[in-house]
């Protein structure tokens, strides 16, 4: 079966970001002038998928206004001659069909995905995590929609991690197989650095089958009291074979800090019209910083002196 529809779980409470997540979305975080959230649905739409069901929750209508209709904007564009922009404008209200549900409570990864159980039916189903992008020649989900056609049954999307980082993830126990895919053994959310079976962690791509929400509707809260999808996976791997890819790309956690600001320097590097200035101005600062790092080291030793 095709692999058609996909969920994009927004709903957390994005407390790594706070404050800025206190009243909005961390999953519209824009990176440069697009939000993070615009990615992942570009991603899901050029790896062939047709439906989108985002869950969302609290302070989260800024995600319906922005893939909506904007008359009023539209208006004002097409009176100003603003075409380009109009034409950009309509492209995001066009993309798919988006479709919401909200999760009333943010009780963790796993319940966010049970809360599509009726969207997805009996078919196997994508999984993006509606903080995580990812920058590569091929579509990531498209990546591993690929592997899913040959195997047939659940993929993870993974790579590998430095090893003091495994207690921030999803860590896969797996056989490496070929052509980057493991055959996963046992799976485990984030186990600690001396427990860690590998350091190949799952990273916010997922292509599940529907026997997962069997399982999800029975599982008990796990890692700080959520309900963790990773947990459900591990009793899937008891009765169902399932893969990993380790997916090309280089892969950003916006719901981190430091992934934020390496995604908004990285994708600012990456367009035409802002790279030039922009890395004059980031060579500037390096070399100012040096500098000063410099006359401070020579004014303490001067005063050592
Ligand atoms: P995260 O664990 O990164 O999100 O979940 P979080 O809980 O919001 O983050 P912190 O740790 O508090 O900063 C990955 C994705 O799953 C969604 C989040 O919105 C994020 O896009 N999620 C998480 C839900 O939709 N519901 C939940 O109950 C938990």
Redesign the pocket.
């Known amino acids: 079966m095709k692999v058609k529809k996909a969920v994009i779980?927004?709903?957390?409470?994005?407390?790594?970001?706070l404050p800025y997540t206190k009243a909005q979305p961390?999953?519209m975080l824009p990176i440069v002038d697009k939000p993070t959230l615009q990615f992942i649905i570009e991603e899901a739409i050029d790896s062939g998928i047709e439906e989108i069901l985002i869950?969302t929750?609290r302070n989260k209508t800024s995600i319906e206004n922005h893939f909506d209709r904007s008359i009023e904007l539209e208006l004002e564009l097409e009176r100003t001659g603003k075409t380009e922009l109009l034409r950009e404008i309509r492209k995001i209200s066009d993309m798919a069909n988006i479709h919401y549900i909200r999760?009333k409570e943010?009780?963790?990864?796993g319940?966010?995905i049970y809360c599509a159980k009726s969207f997805i039916g009996d078919e196997p189903f994508a999984v993006l995590?509606?903080?995580d992008i990812v920058y590569s020649k091929k579509p990531c989900l498209k990546q591993l929609i690929e592997v899913y056609d040959v195997y047939k049954t659940t993929v993870i999307g993974v790579q590998e991690v430095p090893k003091e980082d495994v207690n921030k993830y999803g860590i896969i126990n797996g056989k490496y197989l070929d052509n980057n895919v493991y055959m996963i053994k046992d799976l485990i959310e984030k186990p600690s650095v001396e427990a860690a079976p590998s350091n190949i962690a799952i990273l916010g791509r997922y292509i599940i089958t529907p026997a997962i929400f069997d399982i999800l509707e029975k599982i008990k809260p796990g890692k700080h009291g959520?309900i963790q999808l990773t947990d459900a996976l591990r009793e899937l791997v008891k009765s169902e074979a399932m893969y990993a890819y380790d997916f090309e790309g280089r892969r950003y956690d916006l719901?981190d800090k430091q992934g934020f600001l390496e995604a908004t320097v990285e994708y600012a590097l990456r367009r035409n019209d802002l790279r030039d200035n922009f890395l004059k101005y980031l060579t500037e600062i390096v070399e100012r910083e040096t500098k000063e790092e410099l006359l401070d080291e020579i004014a303490s030793g001067a005063e050592e002196n």
């Not at 943010?106 to 990864?109: F, I, R």
């Open positions: 779980p927004a709903a957390g409470f994005g407390t790594r970001f961390k999953e869950i929750g999760q943010p009780l963790g990864l319940h966010a995590l509606g903080d959520e719901g």
